[in-house]
């Protein structure tokens, strides 16, 4: 893969001052976590300090209709910070910016509705073919229960996903709805990420426009009709590069909390401290964190490419992805396992975030297919039909 710097001193700048402002939100965040995991859901004060600092939508929305349309960079750093303080926050934080970059592979007609109003409209997604999906004249009729939709509490768009069965095989596509065309089931309750509000996006008999819909397929390879007004390269990346880099934001800054929080503590505790067995962990667990750091900068260097990526790039980066969160999770599982009684206590953020980390790793874009896809190139097979490389 060629890989470039960071274009322009300006971005470079702005990219800088962001990572600061989310790290000044930090405080308040962390006072909130409690309350985050009650509410099920990211208070709304946090959510407005967010959007308010420019870390929401902004940061990967089109310049065309007043974003900011950074690097990928700044969102994986934003949730990464957010993350040291709560992953429930640093997730739905994430899927901001996330979220209002799938809005820039849609049509120009969709994008106009979304941004009418500013960069900073909210979005969240369910991309799971959920939707009962009926063409009718000008656009299709729409039936569906999309469950797991992170945020949708603060969102005012919302993306679900259907099956368009067009003579050939049924294809999956998204559909933009507007506010007013869905309600909420708050079905969340979770043993890890409780504060993400994943709650099921319901709509019954609702009219989505030809202009509102987009193949899955277009965004698997970065080449959405969105890509006619929006020239940059963000939006002709493909979702390989930035569904899982989402997620290990919020992941990455939960185990680099873990391991802070556990060195703190053993060091007042003489006896844990002296601990061959803590000192060794705590040196594995600072190597694993320095090996995923380094790995996801050099994909982020990757994504700075003009150049579109190869399937074989693509499985290079899913398997990179897949791997790093796994040292994510034995990281905090090392750490976790030596914490004691006293790690299960409610009020010890370690079993927190061990729950969190498990739960953040559950997530389909670390799939195992992942490997395979890297191990079939690997090994000189054919690639599986049956195995999408996103």
């Known amino acids: 893969m060629v890989v470039t710097d960071i274009d322009g001193s300006t971005d470079v700048e702005l990219h800088e001052t962001l990572v600061e402002r989310a790290r000044a939100l930090l405080p308040q965040i962390r006072e909130r976590a409690a309350i985050t995991e009650a509410l099920r859901a990211v208070p709304s004060d946090s959510i407005k300090e967010i959007i308010a600092a420019g870390l929401g939508g902004r940061i990967l929305a089109p310049r065309k209709y007043g ?25 739905c934080a994430a899927l901001l910016p996330h979220d209002a970059h799938m809005v820039g592979f849609f049509p120009q007609e969709a994008q106009e ?24 004249d000008g656009g299709y009729q729409l039936t569906g229960r999309h469950g797991f939709a992170s945020g949708v509490d603060h969102a005012s768009w919302v993306i679900v996903s259907g099956l368009i069965k067009d003579g050939g095989r049924p294809a999956n596509h998204h559909f933009l709805v507007k506010p007013g065309d869905y309600t909420i089931d708050d079905d969340w309750y979770a043993a890890g990420m409780r504060g993400t509000g994943s709650k099921t996006i319901v709509i019954e008999d609702i ?27 963000l939006y002709r990346q493909p979702l390989a590069l930035h569904a899982g880099l989402t997620f290990l934001g919020p992941m990455m800054g939960t185990a680099l909390d873990a391991y802070d929080h556990f060195v703190d503590w053993a060091r007042g505790r003489a006896q844990t401290a002296n601990s061959e067995i803590v000192q060794e962990a705590v040196a594995k667990t600072a190597a694993d964190l320095a090996s995923a750091q380094l790995t996801i900068r050099r ?19 899913l398997r990179d992805y897949n791997r790093v969160a796994e040292l994510l999770v034995e990281s905090v599982d090392r750490l976790f396992a030596l914490s004691g009684t006293s790690g299960f206590k409610e009020s010890s953020p370690m079993q927190q975030k061990w729950r969190d980390i498990h739960m953040m790793a559950s997530h389909v874009s670390f799939t195992r297919a992942n490997f395979q896809h890297y191990g079939r190139i690997a090994l000189g097979l054919e690639r599986d039909p049956k195995l999408v490389v996103f």
């Open 67 to 91: 974003g900011d349309e950074l690097s990928l960079d700044t969102m994986y750093e934003v949730s990464r910070e957010l993350g040291r303080a709560c992953a429930s926050t640093a997730w």
């Open 113 to 136: 509705a979304v941004w009418a109003e500013g960069p900073d409209t909210t979005v969240a997604a369910s991309l799971a073919p959920a939707a009962t999906v009926q063409k009718v």
């Open 207 to 233: 009219f989505v426009p030809d202009g509102f819909v987009l193949p899955a397929a277009a965004l698997v390879a970065g080449d959405g009709p969105g890509s006619e007004v929006n020239q940059g390269p």
């Open 299 to 317: 994909i982020l260097l990757a994504a700075r490419t003009s150049g579109r990526l190869e399937v074989a790039d693509r499985a290079e980066i």
